[in-house]
């Protein structure tokens, strides 16, 4: 049984977010990309979609990390908002450390499906278009990311910030203020014990207009009471009650935060830390 090209390009799941791990003091220089995938199961698909994301395409994905043609592969559920009107409630992700595997992605899956799936996860794997929609499909890269030097264990929920400049905002003014106001608020937390790691990327494809949003910060957590914080006294306590609220009012009118999405981490697969299951 075979998986034809065209179908096997829409099955590779992949999503928002892990990366190779660094030291809290050290500035990113590796620029790394990361294919998400957002995708929308119905209630009564939930069980073999599982089964199909956790049986069939991680094995798939370990195949490929191991063939060193992609570097990470993360599987999420969608914990707020949720509701009938979303537009999806599961996100995937492949990592890519280098434009050579990121282009890979779009012209070769790198295994052979054949030699390590059954035939009856290859039955499976036929079904992922009746089992599961896509929505859409982004690519992101990295423009500053944090986290602790070789973490014994994964977070568990990260939160997605979605962010909207608004007319008249230089992209490098808001980097700027990413990097001076509120990374160092992260990384004291992180030093704290509440907060895993904290990473700023920018969306690359699809480029264009069409999306509101090109630029995202995300927060990881190892607990949820950890994202419910108020870190208003900490930014104080950083940089002072006046230029807290200075930053605090400077970013509010330089850009919008249109979406703050919570996932919890399902299962992944890189070859640095093991697994949260």
């Given at each position: 049984m075979k998986i034809?090209?065209?179908?096997?390009?829409?099955?590779?799941?992949?999503?928002?977010?892990?990366?190779?791990?660094?030291?809290?003091?050290?500035?990113?220089?590796?620029?790394?990309?990361?294919?998400?995938?957002?995708?929308?199961?119905?209630?009564?698909?939930?069980?073999?979609?599982?089964r199909l994301e956790l049986e069939v395409w991680r094995k798939m994905q370990e195949a490929r990390i191991k063939a060193?043609?992609?570097?990470?592969?993360y599987f999420f559920r969608v914990v707020a908002p949720i509701g009938s009107a979303t537009e999806y409630n599961y996100v995937t992700m492949n990592v890519y450390d280098t434009?050579?595997?990121?282009?890979?992605?779009?012209?070769?899956?790198?295994?052979?499906?054949n030699t390590i799936l059954s035939p009856q996860e290859i039955t499976l794997a036929l079904r992922t278009e009746q089992i599961r929609e896509l929505v859409y499909e982004e690519v992101w890269t990295t423009?500053?990311?944090?986290?602790?030097?070789?973490?014994?264990?994964?977070y568990r929920f990260q939160v997605f910030n979605s962010m909207k400049l608004r007319e008249g905002t230089d992209e490098e003014e808001y980097q700027r203020m990413e990097r001076e106001y509120w990374k160092p608020m992260h990384e004291e937390r992180m030093k704290r014990g509440v907060m895993f790691g904290w990473g700023l990327y920018t969306m690359i494809?699809?480029?264009?207009?069409?999306?509101?949003?090109?630029?995202?910060?995300?927060?990881?957590?190892?607990?949820?009471?950890?994202?419910?914080?108020?870190?208003?006294?900490?930014?104080?306590?950083?940089h002072g009650k006046s230029k807290a609220d200075q930053y605090t009012e400077e970013t509010i009118t330089k850009r919008d935060l249109l979406k703050a999405e919570?996932?919890?981490?399902?299962?992944?697969?890189?070859?640095?830390?093991?697994?949260?299951?």
């Open positions: 034809s090209r065209y179908i096997l390009s829409l099955l590779v799941a992949f999503c928002v977010f892990h990366f190779q791990p660094q030291s809290i003091e050290a500035q990113s220089s590796n620029q790394r990309y990361f294919a998400v995938q957002y995708l929308k199961v119905t209630p009564n698909q939930e069980s073999e979609y599982m060193d043609v992609c570097d990470g592969w434009a050579e595997k990121l282009s890979g992605h779009f012209e070769n899956f790198g295994v052979d499906y423009v500053e990311e944090v986290f602790p030097e070789n973490p014994e264990k994964m494809i699809p480029g264009g207009t069409e999306r509101d949003y090109h630029w995202a910060t995300v927060d990881f957590y190892d607990h949820f009471i950890d994202y419910l914080r108020d870190n208003g006294p900490l930014l104080e306590e950083i919570v996932r919890e981490l399902i299962d992944f697969v890189n070859e640095n830390v093991v697994r949260t299951q």
